[in-house]
């Protein structure tokens, strides 16, 4: 259902770049693992390495956030 005045624009997903040290969800889990960001795809895909030592391809920017 629409509503007036109510339009539907998110806010812009934040980027990224090789070298950033992040935040993921390894495969969308509930668990945020830290990582490096290895490969840009995209504005919105990413390569993540984990700290672990395991590396992830495609990662959604919906499951990477800025290390804290």
Do not use: C, M, N, Q
């Not at 895909?45 to 030592?53: K, N, S």
């Amino acid at each position: 259902r629409i509503f007036p005045g109510i339009t539907g624009i998110r806010a812009p997903s934040p980027s990224f770049k090789v070298g950033d040290k992040v935040d993921a969800r390894f495969r969308g889990w509930r668990t945020f693992y830290s990582g490096t960001i290895h490969k840009v795809h995209s504005a919105s895909l990413y390569d993540v390495t984990y700290d672990a030592g395991y590396t992830e391809t495609d990662v959604s920017s919906k499951f990477i956030r800025r290390r804290r």
